[in-house]
């Protein structure tokens, strides 16, 4: 006899919601004719219950005495239809797409395929039960302590500095943090963890997807795995394999969240809403394909059974669909309130704002996001490419949002390894004008990256002619062969100390311009002591020391580390790098400063004739800090400086600038010497030398 009441319940909010005397359960579907929850003891299925009322498309009851920890799913009835778009099948169990936390993972079996996989026929039905093979639903407790809150601190845009990593690649093998916590959010909210990241100087931490999500089968016959986690299948859920403590995931990433907010830091997550883990028509029946398959995903209008794949996945999530709009709203509002996290980068982002006919700036997605009053107050990053028709659309977003800038990373990349002019950098270093400066929008609009997750890191990049991907199983015919990249001489390790030299050199030319350009910075986790990969571009699939971080780091390592930290403190301490307002260049009539002057070697500004001169390869931006920061006709109090920037593989005698704007020339920093201590003088007029591909930073202010 159970000891479970079956009420009607409420129709909302969707999910499973606890009330302290039992659990309300909500599931839309605009196509199901019932929906049967099931509860689970561990891997056994100990109730079934028919959710009782069916309102405004939701099907709900409320059941009396089902406690959090409770392990559920549902089974859902309807048409199996696949021409038609309907891929009902009640032997399948399914996840709960408002789910907040899993638990076990997927088993791949036939049985979790709607139809008979082994037939290859998806018009098929199949009546075996999946619920052996499939992860389950957990009802949870919301409460939570964020005892640390008083301590968070937003971090303004043009002092924003992002740091994307992997919570398992980053802990794994950290000596500092406990063994039973490493490759865990627990271990990402330790001590050692935080303590490194707070003397790095960064400010936020993007993470690579930590939703739920499911291992490729391709990937695990190969004896692979999905590390990169880009095959969400839970919106709401923390993904349980990066908990210490699996029965509390949610509570463990909470505790992540506040104590990196106590030290100071922002959590960003990279979140996919652009696709899910269930591929296309011959893929499994998990959770969405199950409860209303022609709602979710797009569909081929006049061949139902097929999924349309601008995601390059299999199929594409249907953000014309308005239960689908509040599905993805609800998930963004749910982790910036209840999870508190600082921001979202979208994977794929441009899918989001697709419309039936292509990409729109006021697409239903944009609409929603742009006049969403929690939303507004979190970070907005887009990824604003994908692989459809129209799909590469930097520049493209509306006001309020940042947008990854490859354009940045690809002529930077040139820039330093010879092949890209000065004309074609200079947009680059302000914000890429060109792209962003409309409006409204400001220079953070533009995330800056050199390196990503995807693609070479920055000590492959100075190292590898060619992707070197053996390792992931597709004979290195997988990733991108248009790196930008140049090794220095020779393909891989060396122990020739010139080319070693070069490289070390080349690494820090890459991050002093990254850090010294305006716009929002975001850094590669480990580039900053040279992390490698050993030539592999696309280590989606290698959860292992390919990608896991060696803390065990070299002299030239701990050299790059101290580097780093020090380029990030000048970018700190001489705002100037890091203006929100566009340099023009322009001369301000009301204060007689032009706020950005290009020098060229001899001290003067440069002509048309050096800009279209393709062999001129060095060249200086010369920010001075009296230029307003607002419309406010007010000088600014800022230090001014001198960007020095010399690709030449010989050395260069340049000519410093007279300014306005001090006395002399103080050296900050430069990457021929990154032990030096900053402080020399120079006078006006006077000549430095520029090493041969190297980097060099002045100020006319106090050296702080």
Not at 56 to 84: E, K, L, M, S
Not at 136 to 155: I, L, T
């Amino acid at each position: 006899m159970s000891d479970f009441v079956v009420e009607e319940g409420l129709p909302y909010p969707l999910g499973a919601h606890w009330s302290g005397r039992g659990t309300n359960f909500a599931v839309f579907s605009a196509n199901a004719t019932k929906v049967e929850i099931c509860l689970f003891d561990g891997e056994r299925e100990t109730h079934r219950f028919e959710l009782p009322e069916y309102t405004d498309q939701v099907f709900h009851g409320f059941i009396n005495g089902v406690q959090p920890g409770t392990f559920y799913g549902f089974r859902v009835y309807g048409p199996y239809q696949p021409d038609g778009g309907h891929r009902f099948n009640p032997n399948k169990l399914l996840l709960d797409p408002y789910a907040r936390a899993h638990a076990g993972s997927l088993t791949w079996n036939p049985a979790v395929f709607g139809y008979k996989m082994e037939s290859g026929d998806d018009l098929t039905f199949d009546e075996r039960d999946s619920a052996p093979f499939m992860p389950k639903c957990v009802v949870c407790d919301p409460n939570f302590d964020w005892a640390q809150e008083p301590q968070r601190q937003e971090a303004h845009w043009d002092e924003t500095v992002v740091y994307e990593t992997h919570v398992k690649g980053f802990t794994k093998q950290h000596p500092g943090i406990p063994e039973n916590l490493r490759g865990t959010y627990a271990g990402l909210g330790s001590n050692a963890a935080i303590d490194y990241l707070k003397a790095l100087g960064i400010t936020s931490v993007e993470l690579l997807p930590v939703h739920s999500f499911i291992n490729d089968s391709n990937l695990l016959k190969k004896h692979l795995t999905n590390y990169w986690g880009y095959n969400t299948i839970g919106f709401f859920a923390p993904d349980p394999r990066y908990a210490a403590d699996v029965p509390n995931s949610l509570r463990e990433f909470k505790e992540m969240v506040s104590r990196l907010h106590g030290a100071g830091l922002e959590v960003i997550l990279d979140v996919v809403y652009n696709h899910t883990a269930e591929g296309n028509e011959r893929g499994p029946t998990l959770s969405f394909k199950g409860i209303d398959n022609a709602s979710y995903y797009r569909l081929f209008p006049d061949k139902r059974r097929y999924y349309i794949n601008d995601t390059g996945t299999g199929n594409t999530v249907n953000l014309s669909h308005p239960r689908v709009i509040q599905l993805v709203m609800d998930s963004l509002r749910y982790w910036a309130g209840h999870m508190h996290v600082d921001g979202f980068r979208f994977d794929l982002g441009t899918i989001l704002a697709r419309e039936v006919y292509g990409f729109d700036e006021q697409s239903g997605f944009l609409k929603a996001m742009n006049q969403d009053p929690l939303l507004a107050t979190v970070k907005l990053i887009a990824e604003p490419w994908d692989c459809g028709p129209g799909g590469y659309q930097v520049g493209g977003f509306p006001a309020g949002w940042a947008e990854w800038n490859d354009k940045y990373r690809n002529i930077v990349r040139d820039f330093w390894r010879g092949e890209a002019t000065p004309g074609a950098l200079a947009p680059r270093l302000l914000g890429s004008h060109d792209v962003f400066n409309r409006e409204g929008r400001r220079t953070w609009a533009s995330i800056n990256f050199i390196t990503a997750h995807d693609g070479f890191t920055l000590n492959d990049w100075a190292s590898y002619n060619f992707k070197h991907n053996e390792a992931n199983g597709e004979n290195n015919n997988d990733g991108t062969s248009d790196n930008h990249s140049w090794n220095c001489g020779t393909e891989g390790p060396t122990d020739n100390p010139d080319i070693r030299s070069l490289r070390e050199r080349q690494k820090r030319n890459m991050l002093a311009t990254l850090l010294a350009s305006q716009g929002t910075p975001m850094l590669l986790g480990g580039d900053e002591f040279g992390r490698t990969q050993r030539g592999n571009n696309n280590a989606y699939c290698q959860d292992n020391d390919i990608s896991w971080f060696d803390w065990n780091l070299s002299a030239d390592a701990e050299k790059q580390l101290a580097f780093t930290r020090r380029m990030i403190k000048l970018r700190r301490d001489y705002p100037i790098l890091r203006r929100s307002r566009f340099l023009s260049g322009d001369r301000d009539a009301e204060l007689n400063i032009r706020d950005v002057v290009w020098i060229s070697t001899s001290g003067v500004e440069m002509t048309q004739a050096d800009w279209t001169t393709g062999w001129i390869k060095c060249f200086a931006a010369l920010l001075d800090g009296r230029a307003r920061k607002s419309a406010i006709a007010r000088e600014g109090e800022d230090d001014t400086v001198l960007v020095i920037l010399n690709s030449y593989e010989g050395e260069v005698d340049f000519k410093l600038p007279m300014t306005g704007a001090g006395a002399h020339w103080s050296l900050l920093l430069d990457t021929s010497a990154p032990e030096q201590a900053a402080g020399a003088q120079f006078a006006f007029d006077s000549t430095y030398k520029v090493t041969g591909r190297s980097f060099v930073l002045l100020t006319t202010g106090e050296v702080k």
